[in-house]
């Protein structure tokens, strides 16, 4: 039983609906609680709502497993931790199996509690990527447009060992676009840095990919003085579907002095630039698959 819900963990975290799908029995029935919001599911209703979570960086964990037989059935209680760049909550859940032709599958599942966590807890697989980015990890890499040697000649983009690098071998000293490239468990987080070589204005994108190479989210930061009232901070964040869907979008942007929100139209915000896949990276093929 426990190999039963290590998959159901596996399943989640490496986004395969079908395979998690295949683990519900036909008769099952499941209770969905979010704090004190609470949703009761047939199996129709219950794939459904979590096929939306799998188009999302969801992560699970389950601790603290107890398994309890009772007659045909095996019930299995542990503590989940479920949580996205966007939202977290823990509490413990109880799983009812039962034999089936198909093995051992669940015939019902339940949240018995559910506490939401602060962002601070919010550990999807980006959210970590983005933590691993900003480290001196010596898995990260890093790559850039520059000649291919110190002596000079054509501009073309290559594997540096440091950002340092890159800027000792662009012609005038500084690498105007760099990417570092965070790995783990097959996502993969491309963080492009670039600014204008006059310093009117810098940018940070963050791309975070599944193990497929779709794009799972976006998170751009622009600080601009094309504006009204001095420097703005423009951030946008988005969440995609495997298919490309917009899931979500957010913008927020404020002067840097005042804090005051900065209206749209008051300053300059070209569109920011979205890869859908790893392969359409300048730098693609430097890569090898990712490991899965």
């Known amino acids: 039983m426990l190999e039963l819900v290590q998959r159901w963990v596996r399943l989640q975290n490496a986004a395969d609906f079908a395979g998690y799908s295949a683990l519900y ?150 690498a105007w676009e760099q990417w570092t490239l965070a790995e783990r468990e097959g996502w993969r987080l491309a963080v492009l840095w670039a600014s204008s070589p006059s310093g009117d204005w810098a940018d940070e994108s963050e791309h975070c990919f599944r193990p497929d190479g779709t794009l799972a989210q976006l998170t751009d930061s622009l600080r601009t003085f094309y504006s009204e009232h001095g420097l703005v901070s423009d951030t946008i964040t988005r969440s995609y579907a495997p298919d490309g869907r917009v899931l979500s979008s957010t913008t927020d942007a404020r002067y840097v002095q005042s804090g005051k929100r900065a209206e749209p139209g008051t300053y300059h915000r070209p569109e920011a630039t979205v890869i859908m896949k790893v392969s359409e990276l300048p730098f693609a093929s430097l890569l090898a698959p990712a490991p899965q």
């Open 25 to 174: 029995a036909p008769g099952f029935t499941g209770i969905k609680r979010v704090g004190e919001r609470e949703t009761a599911f047939d199996r129709a209703g219950w794939l459904q709502d979590r096929r939306q979570m799998f188009q999302r960086d969801q992560r699970v964990v389950a601790s603290g497993v107890e398994v309890l037989r009772a007659g045909s059935e095996v019930k299995v209680l542990f503590e989940q931790k479920w949580s996205s760049a966007t939202f977290a909550d823990r509490g413990q859940k109880l799983l009812t199996l039962i034999p089936t032709g198909s093995g051992w599958q669940i015939a019902r599942e339940e949240m018995l509690d559910s506490r939401l966590l602060p962002a601070g807890e919010r550990s999807g697989m980006c959210a970590q990527l983005h933590e691993l980015s900003a480290s001196d990890d010596a898995s990260l890499r890093y790559f850039a447009e520059v000649t291919p040697d110190q002596q000079g000649g054509a501009m073309e983009w290559s594997q540096v060992r440091s950002p340092e690098e890159a800027n000792e071998r662009s012609p005038d000293g500084t």
